[in-house]
């Protein structure tokens, strides 16, 4: 649905804006179902992971932007990886062999779902500097979550922590290549549905990892999303306007061994 939306010269800011919107929204009302009492110092942790979210968004745009996506999408895979290690070094989490062998297998998986043959070598390096940058501030908003959510509560951390999200869009604005007002309606619609979808899904990832405190088994399980998407593509792709069924046989061979890869980290992490 977002890559839809960014069609017809929309622009991946315009869109981001939207998606942070719907979902400062949608996380809101999660404030009626309580928590601990307003505190300022949860209150400032949940701007904290808002913002470390945010900077994660931007660093991924500017890693697809400016480096090559076929280098992009294994690098923003480590995060399983180094949500492990935040876990291990800053959450006290102690981790046995089969979740680290299972993070290991996933960032692999990523690779051969995401990544493509060919490369443009001069896009290498800001491919490597801001694709790790993002997986890394991705992992550091994952684990503040574990760290700081249970002590003011899940309904009480979310809707702060995106709410700071949606505010922090507004500075995008200045980047817009177009007035908001001026963006065809099919594509307002497709990524007003993308973020809501987005916003549910990045409810089970937070009410998981605040409720169970298995930040590194959920992320392994998040990362599942790389079979559904190749599933998609060959069965629904045409009605989203996606051909990227058509690479060819070769590579969505390797996105099926991917696909088989991570099925084996679930399976191991489901061990654990």
Not at 124 to 149: E, H, M, N, R, W
């Amino acid at each position: 649905m977002l890559k839809r939306a960014t069609q017809q010269g929309v622009g991946p800011w315009r869109v981001t804006f939207i998606v942070n919107c719907a979902a400062a929204v949608v996380f809101a009302p999660w404030w009626l179902t309580g928590g601990a009492p307003f505190n300022w110092h949860s209150f400032w942790h949940a701007v904290l992971c808002g913002a470390t979210f945010f900077i994660g968004q931007i660093l991924t745009f500017l890693a697809l932007n400016k480096g090559d996506v076929s280098i992009t999408t294994p690098v923003l895979g480590t995060k399983v990886i180094l949500v492990a290690f935040m876990a291990v070094l800053f959450a006290g989490d102690k981790l046995t062999p089969e979740l680290w062998g299972a993070a290991l297998l996933t960032t692999a998986a990523t690779a051969l779902l995401g990544g493509e043959i060919r490369t443009n070598r001069s896009r290498v390096l800001p491919s490597l500097i801001f694709g790790f940058s993002a997986a890394l501030t991705y992992a550091a908003a994952d684990v503040q979550q574990l760290k700081y959510a249970p002590a003011w509560g899940f309904g009480h951390f979310v809707p702060v922590m995106f709410a700071t999200v949606g505010l922090l869009s507004l500075g995008l604005i200045p980047f817009f290549s177009a007035p908001l007002t001026e963006m065809p309606r099919r594509s307002v619609a497709w990524a007003l549905a993308g973020g809501v979808l987005l916003s549910l899904q990045a409810t089970g990832i937070a009410f998981s990892i605040v409720s169970y405190k298995e930040v590194t088994l959920t992320n392994i399980l998040y990362n599942t999303r790389g079979i559904w998407s190749v599933i998609l593509v060959w069965a629904a792709g045409t009605w989203f306007s996606n051909t990227e069924s058509a690479v060819g046989n070769t590579i969505m061979g390797r996105r099926l061994l991917g696909a088989a890869i991570m099925l084996l980290a679930v399976f191991l992490g489901l061990r654990h």
